[in-house]
């Protein structure tokens, strides 16, 4: 007997008794045709409501034997695609190939067991790496928020593994190094957080998100002067982009917040590069709150005194 092989539910055993008089080579063809033909279309989204429920609904007519046993990748896969998460992770559960593994951790991230999720990934990585970065790079917008939330546990580690596991996804994601780096340093581990974006800019070094985020770290650490000098970069590699992207990076708000708090803390006047973002990116509310505050305070600054009037500082 394969190893593959699992017990048909026994709502599944009523069906294909029901089913009898329809040849085991005859659904063998059914199964295959809709297999094909959604491999064909290759849009699971489009498909989701016909196509894929009809084709899981023949796999599971299929009786217990090889030809059932050497479809199970295909029947665990339509499972998931058809949003039964648990039929796609009983399905899989046992199996060695790396499409079950794979269904099976996705399965898993779907169904929310996020620690149930990390142990079978500790699990299978020895095995089978490439199944479980597979899962890992399916399921990461759902991965995610659940490590994030994994992170304010008691023991955070599983969160902090799999943001880990992200960053070291190749080809190497500059998005992940960053998330990664959150990840550190909201555990306190602010050495490994600056370590992890200079590897994030050496891999990336015009990224401008990733020295805006290394730029905020280094300012909530009081590293004011290297957070400016990294803002500023930024910014320079902002306005050498070419239209219609120049102008809309972030660090320009946050050297507009060091002007606005400590005028002169960010070098060269950043009031003209923030006018021209903001015609850029009208709705840059922060941006615009900040340089509004800023105009105003220079106006003050420059506006003579009047006679009788009371001292405002």
């Not at 089913?19 to 489009?46: I, K, P």
């Not at 079950?100 to 142990?119: E, K, Y």
């Not at 909201?186 to 891999?203: K, N, P, S, T």
Request: charged residues 30%.
């Amino acid at each position: 007997m394969s190893r593959h092989r699992i017990a048909l539910p026994l709502a599944v055993a009523l069906t294909a008794v029901a089913l009898g008089a329809q040849s085991q080579t005859e659904l063998l063809a059914d199964f295959d045709r809709l297999w094909r033909e959604w491999n064909t279309r290759g849009d699971v989204a489009a498909d989701a409501g016909e196509l894929v429920p009809r084709a899981c609904d023949a796999f599971l007519r299929l009786a217990p034997g090889p030809a059932r046993d050497e479809r199970l990748p295909a029947g665990a896969a339509l499972a998931l695609a058809a949003g039964r998460n648990e039929l796609a992770l009983e399905l899989a559960t046992g199996g060695e190939l790396p499409e079950l593994v794979t269904v099976r951790l996705r399965a898993l991230a779907r169904l929310g067991r996020f620690d149930a999720f990390v142990d079978g990934l500790l699990e299978v990585l020895p095995a089978a790496p490439a199944a479980a970065r597979a899962a890992l790079e399916s399921e990461e917008g759902r991965l995610l928020p659940m490590a994030a939330e994994a992170l304010r546990r008691e023991d955070p580690t599983p969160g902090k593994f799999v943001f880990q596991m992200l960053a070291r996804l190749e080809p190497v994601q500059s998005y992940r190094i960053a998330n990664a780096a959150l990840c550190l340093r909201q555990l306190g581990d602010v050495d490994a957080a600056l370590a992890m974006y200079e590897r994030g800019r050496e891999l990336a070094p015009d990224d401008l998100q990733l020295l805006n985020d290394q730029g905020l770290l280094l300012r909530g650490i009081g590293r004011h002067d290297e957070a400016i000098a990294t803002f500023r970069r930024a910014v320079a590699l902002d306005l050498e982009r070419p239209e219609p992207m120049k102008g809309r990076g972030p660090a320009i708000t946050n050297l507009m917040l060091s002007e606005c708090l400590q005028p002169g803390s960010a070098g060269d006047d950043p009031l003209p590069i923030a006018v021209d973002a903001l015609r850029r990116r009208p709705d840059a509310r922060l941006l615009r709150r900040l340089t509004l505050d800023v105009q105003l305070d220079r106006l003050e600054q420059r506006r003579p005194p009047v006679a009788g009037a009371p001292d405002r500082r």
